[in-house]
Every structure is written in structure tokens, then in C-alpha cells.
């Protein structure tokens, strides 16, 4: 387990894929009636999104591969542009990942993958580059090449994100793109 990516295993990564409960989130969800409709809400860190703009802007997919359905995970998905939602039951998350690798031509070693708890296990174990955030359940941490030092829900992503693109020498450049485009944007 390391708190820094070396440079030729992020040259690897080709795709991050993220757990949703406890990594984008702090695994917490309100449940609860409103006007006779059951509502789930989630919080999700403001800080994760950006690093996963950032890393759409250097051509790394982010796909989030959940244990669990859930509309609130579906709308942050889509408010944040991410190219895939995988909502699966929890046990077929490495048969959802292996799919979405084949359909996409990537192989084990070309994945990323950043979990929180046993339901991650067997994915961390088959991807190139296995990541738990801080607050992971100890086998999850075992797994792991890299452990972040934020907590899932609170800019573990965005640590990643940063972490991958500092690796892969990108990071000056993402953040002369990022500047760039919000003034065009604000023009």
C-alpha cells in the first residue's frame, strides 16, 4: 500500500472506475416520504466532481460501477457528464466490470478501480491499479496499491484524480485547460 502513484502505473490507467456508497459519497442516505413519494437523497463532495471533470478533459473515462440502484447516484451521473453507470447488485461487480472492459477493448491492467468495502474486494484484486479511499474496511485497504488519504465522500476522488494525472505528467496542463475554458466560458 503506497500514498503515491509512481509514473509507470498510472501510464497504465486507461479508465477509473468508482464505487459509488462510500466512495463518492460518505456512505450515509436520507430516506424518507415527500408528498407521498419515497425520496433517497446522497451527498456528494463538490470537489470529487471537479477531478472528474478533470480527468474527462485528459481523455481518461470515469465509468461508477454501484452495488446498489439508486436515482440520486443516476442524476449526480448525469449533472457530472459520466460516460457509464453500472447499478448492479453488489456480488456482480466483477462481471459488470468485465463486461464494460470488453466492450471497451481495455484489459484488467488498463483499469483503475478506487472501493470502500467487501463488495469491491473482487474487483481491487483483478485491476491494474486497486485504490481504497481512507475510511475502507481493512481487507479493502490490504488490496490496495494506493490508499487515499481523504475519506470517501470528502475529496477522496478528487485526491485520486489529481493523484493520476500528476503521475501521468498532466497535471500542468489540465489546469491551464481547466483556467482556459471557464474564462471562454464566463465571456
Known sequence: MSL??????AGRVRLLALDVDGVLTDNGIWIGPVAGERVELKRFDIQDGLGM??????????VWVSGRHSEATALRARELRIEEVLQVPGPRKLE???????????SWEDAAFVGDDLADLQVLRRVGLPIAVANAVAEVRAAASYVTRAAGGHGAVREVAEALLQ??????EMLE?????????AS
Open 167 to 172: 503521475a501521468k505528467g498532466l497535471w500542468p
Open 96 to 106: 459488470a466490470m468485465a463486461d464494460l472492459l470488453a466492450r471497451r477493448g481495455l
Open 177 to 185: 485547460r481547466y483556467f482556459t475554458e471557464a474564462a471562454h466560458r
Open 53 to 62: 471533470v478533470l480527468l474527462r478533459t485528459a481523455e481518461i473515462p470515469v
Open 4 to 9: 503515491t502513484l509512481d509514473s509507470a502505473t
